[in-house]
């Protein structure tokens, strides 16, 4: 296994910090390009000033789950250890009709709970068993290529219940995921179900993008550089940015959303279609920041037949990882995917009146006195895995096996290619490392 000399890495988020740190480890000189001025990406830090005082919300991703095997050793490896992890209580309420209910996720839970009808309880019961021995694994779900063949809402109306569809479903994939149970594949779904019940959720003292911060620090990362252009040149790549600057490595590593791979992959490139065909919910999110703690002490989000303006809401201060300053409050309010999509380009004052009235409309009480707010926008926010995708990743890491995939200097990673989950961005990253060294 040569390794190469020099390699470019387009992108700071959680899939090009990753690499980038593992190819430095096996010896590489690693120069990593980041468009924006902070590290993280979709998972990274957003900071709100207020007269001195600092929130620290989470732009995308806030949690890593005890499934997370690989974000989990990451953590480690750059000295976040259990004392700067912070175990996150997972008390969340769902509203339905104006109510307001516990989100069972346990199995016990699950079995008590009067959101479902009692066939619907003996068919949990059922499913969880069947999974105990055969569940799809997080961590893998390409290998779970099989289940890949109907969308979730489709088949857990079908095998589990309509309620289970309406009252479960929306608040474990349209609100946690941002992704839409009818366009999301059922393996994913099964997934998330067999995981769920044993899960632990931590997050870093400061915020998910403190992990970011502290990986990054030990790398060479160019931040504020926009890459147009990659020219392939024999055994070489030549990396070109807006700022006229121009870099040759041996490989390149491309850490981003698809549309980055659509606009500088080679148009014989094997990845390219799989690029082109990509799709993503958007994320449009409205951070508050509260003169006194949230009204509400627990995270919420709507579920139930129809269509609904939010994924949900959920207080910062709640977390106890120090995001908050003492005394005060936060809130993240995030917009549905459908609203989201309609709302990208829109100015930042209409979305904030419309998501601060939602929000209040959902909890069924003043939000209390705002000191500042700020909007983020992810055209790019989660991945969509809808059916058929497993099985075409599946497809791609059987021509990686066999070397009939040849990726030759510029290799893809990203959440889109392993799973729609912070875990997914770490484990391409991780596989996308792999395959460079032996192709170099």
């Known amino acids: 296994m040569a390794v190469p000399r020099r390699v470019v890495v387009v992108g700071a988020g959680p899939a090009g910090l990753t690499a980038a740190r593992a190819l430095t480890t096996a010896g590489a000189a690693v120069t990593v390009l980041e468009r924006d001025p902070r590290p993280g990406g979709r ?69 008590r709970t009067p959101l479902l009808s009692a066939a619907s309880r003996r068919r949990v019961a059922a499913l969880g068993t069947r999974l105990a021995a055969s569940a799809p694994r997080w961590g893998d779900l390409a290998a779970a290529a099989d289940l890949d063949d109907e969308d979730a809402a489709s088949w857990f109306t079908a095998h589990v219940g309509r309620d289970y569809a309406d009252r479960i479903l929306p608040a474990t994939l349209d609100a946690l995921m941002l992704s839409p149970a009818h366009r999301t594949s059922r393996a994913v779904a099964l997934a998330q179900f067999a995981a769920a019940p044993g899960a632990r959720l931590y997050c870093p003292r400061g915020g998910l993008g403190t992990l970011w911060e502290s990986v990054a620090a030990a790398l060479d990362v160019r931040y504020e550089t926009t890459v147009v252009a990659l020219r392939p040149d024999g055994d070489r790549v030549h990396v070109d940015t807006a700022g006229g600057d121009t870099l040759t490595a041996d490989a390149v590593l491309l850490a981003g959303p698809p549309s980055l791979a659509t606009t500088l992959l080679p148009a014989d490139h094997p990845d390219r279609s799989l690029a082109d065909d990509a799709a993503f919910s958007p994320a449009v999110l409205l951070h508050v920041a509260l003169a006194a703690p949230a009204p509400v002490p627990h995270p919420v989000c709507p579920v139930g037949a129809g269509r609904h303006p939010l994924a949900g809401v959920e207080p910062l201060e709640i977390r106890g990882t120090g995001q908050v300053p003492d005394g005060r409050g936060g809130l993240a309010i995030c917009a549905s995917p459908q609203l989201g999509a309609e709302l990208l380009d829109e100015p930042d004052r209409p979305i904030r009146s419309l998501l601060l009235a939602e929000a209040e409309r959902l909890l069924g009480q003043p939000l209390g006195d705002i000191l500042g707010w700020a909007v983020v926008r992810h055209r790019y926010g989660v991945p969509l895995f809808g059916v058929g995708w497993l099985r075409r990743l599946h497809a791609r890491d059987a021509a990686l096996r066999a070397r009939t995939h040849r990726a030759d200097r510029i290799h893809l990673a990203g959440d889109w290619l392993a799973s729609p989950s912070l875990e997914g961005a770490v484990r391409s990253a991780l596989h996308a490392c792999a395959n460079l060294l032996h192709t170099s």
């Open 43 to 111: 998972s990274g830090v957003a900071e709100l000033r207020v007269d001195g005082q600092v929130w620290r919300f989470d732009r995308g991703a806030e949690f890593i789950a005890s499934f997370y095997r690989s974000t989990r050793y990451l953590a480690r490896q750059v000295g976040l250890g259990r004392r700067d992890l912070i175990r996150l209580a997972m008390d969340s309420r769902i509203v339905l009709d104006g109510r307001r209910h516990p989100l069972p996720t346990a199995t016990a839970a699950m079995l």
